[in-house]
């Protein structure tokens, strides 16, 4: 089992930055690839970046290339989603979630959400115009 936790969401204003951070027991980053995914009222929840274990590689959705960064810090066991650059459109639940590798060996890159077997229970940023 792997437990998740988010923290660091918020109110902030369009054009201005947030980080996330997500704490994670019960595997090493040495062992599993985190995602950070987001969700606003009536979206299907959307893939934003990934980081492979051990921090190997990391992959973005187009919308937020160039804006988010995603970092890891392995003896804190967190991992870390900078936002800057933010817009109204960045409001959503933003959820923290572990992969096993299922995604492996299929030639795609993990960017659904069904490649992930643990999420974090989401945190609230709000991006104000």
């Known amino acids: 089992q792997v437990q998740l936790v988010e923290s660091g969401g918020g109110l902030v204003q369009a054009g201005g930055s947030l980080s996330l951070s997500c704490s994670a027991a019960?595997?090493?980053?040495?062992?599993?690839?985190m995602g950070w995914f987001r969700q606003a009222p009536g979206k299907e929840r959307e893939f934003i970046a990934t980081i492979t274990r051990g921090g190997g590689n990391t992959y973005y959705a187009d919308s937020v290339k160039g804006r988010f960064s995603i970092s890891l810090d392995g003896g804190a066991n967190t991992v870390y989603l900078q936002m800057n650059s933010l817009t109204v459109e960045d409001t959503a639940v933003y959820y923290c979630?572990?992969?096993?590798?299922?995604?492996?060996?299929?030639?795609?890159?993990?960017?659904?959400?069904?490649?992930?077997?643990?999420w974090g229970q989401g945190t609230q940023v709000t991006v104000s115009g």
């Open positions: 979630a572990a992969s096993l590798g299922s995604w492996r060996g299929t030639g795609a890159d993990p960017r659904r959400p069904g490649d992930y077997n643990y």
């Open positions: 019960g595997h090493t980053f040495a062992s599993v690839d």
